[in-house]
């Protein structure tokens, strides 16, 4: 039972990507969405499918202010995207830094 839901994971996973809009990255022409569709299983794949799905959460939630369960959505998304930021930093800066520019996001608080 397992596999399958890891099957099922996978092609929801993919069909996701497939909604959004691909977001150009520099001169070289090749887009965040093809890059992104390459490895699944990349932690910077992973941050941007979270990203999508929290501006998309935030959308709604401008129209439904009072969406409670929404939200409570939004914030654990948020802190998934939080510990994979944190675990892509503590292993490949570089990475983690091209991330953040392509994805237009900030990063984490400095301690």
């Not at 990349?42 to 990203?51: A, G, S, V």
Request: hydrophobic share 30%; proline share 1%; net charge positive.
């Amino acid at each position: 039972m397992k596999l399958h839901k890891k099957k099922l994971n996978i092609t929801m996973t993919k069909q996701f990507i497939q909604k959004f809009p691909s977001n150009t990255v520099g001169s070289g022409g090749k887009t965040l969405l093809s890059k992104f569709q390459e490895n699944s299983g990349l932690t910077e794949t992973q941050i941007y499918i979270l990203t999508q799905r929290v501006a998309r959460l935030s959308s709604h939630l401008k129209n439904h202010n009072k969406d409670y369960s929404s939200q409570r959505g939004l914030r654990k998304l948020l802190g998934k995207r939080k510990r994979l930021l944190a675990y892509l930093s503590n292993e490949d800066v570089e990475r983690y830094e091209n991330l953040l520019i392509q994805l237009g996001i900030r990063g984490l608080k400095k301690i």
